[in-house]
């Protein structure tokens, strides 16, 4: 499977055909703490040469079997699932088994969300409502 517009094949050593033995692990950390975290959900496609679990935070959330290079499967995590934290999160590809040729993870996803403003944002909002009111309050005496 070709290498996509949204995502690249990783590996221990591209330009090596033999990496040795499974275990092998791909890790991804992203920061939820801009989110609404009720609110977050996860998904996308993903593959792995040759099998493999995908986890959030050590919680499996997909499995594939041997012989799943060649398209990529579906995952997804609902909100509310209770699987993320507020913060720092990881997402792992972890190879269990190989076949010690050609060894790689693929993966597409997408974060989606509430976002928490700012308190910079709610400031000037806050500001904007007062002065508002202010001017307001001073329209209506004249």
Sequence with gaps: MANGPDSNWIGITANKTNNGPAPYS???TFNLSS????TV?????????????LS?????????GNGNWVSLDN???AAGSGLLNQGLNT??????????????G???GSITGTQVPEPCTM??????????????????RS
């Design 26 to 28: 791909f890790q991804y």
């Design 35 to 38: 989110f609404v975290l009720s």
């Design 41 to 53: 959900s996860l998904s996308g496609s993903w593959t792995i040469d040759d099998e493999g679990t």
């Design 56 to 64: 959030v935070n050590d919680h499996v959330i997909s499995t594939l």
């Design 75 to 77: 995952f997804s995590l």
């Design 91 to 104: 997402l792992d590809i972890n190879m269990t088994s190989d076949d010690q040729y050609l060894e790689g």
């Design 106 to 108: 693929r993966l597409e």
């Design 123 to 140: 400031l000037l909002l806050g500001s904007g409502l007062a002065g508002l009111a202010g001017f307001r309050s001073r329209f209506k």
